[in-house]
Nanobody, 121 residues
Framework: QVQLVESGGGLVQPGGSLRLACAAS????????MGWFRQAPGKERELVAT???????NYADSVKGRFTISRDNAKNTVYLQMNSLKPEDTAVYYC???????????????WGQGTQVTVSS
């Protein structure tokens, strides 16, 4: 069984910073893509950033230059450093992984439970 557990959300003032972390655990054979999505109230879930096992990064235009995604493959952990936060960044942030679980031969998507990020003065 595979689990993704996020940490690091909270309340921050505009212009502030937060760092999210997500650790994948359980019977994992291989992870390809890890990343972050977010969902604000009344809106659909959207991509924030992804990173492949080889380090290729992809960002939403709205966070380019402010957010940085990184990954520790040895720990199956992905991070999201968020700087210059804006009120419009307020959302529930979900961790994502595209992986093969041990004992299977299929690539599957897994999601964390979500962590709230609130940017407000």
């Amino acid at each position: 069984q595979v689990q993704l557990v996020e940490s690091g959300g909270g309340l921050v003032q505009p212009g502030g910073s937060l760092r999210l972390a997500c650790a994948a655990s359980g019977s994992i054979f291989r992870i390809n893509v890890m990343g972050w999505f977010r969902q604000a109230p009344g809106k659909e879930r959207e991509l924030v950033a992804t990173i492949t096992s080889s380090g290729n990064r992809n960002y939403a235009d709205s966070v380019k230059g402010r957010f940085t995604i990184s990954r520790d493959n040895a720990k199956n952990t992905v991070y999201l450093q968020m700087n210059s936060l804006k009120p419009e960044d307020t959302a529930v942030y979900y961790c994502y992984a595209y992986l093969i679980a041990s004992g299977t031969y299929n690539w599957s998507e897994y999601w964390g439970q979500g962590t709230q990020v609130t940017v407000s003065s």
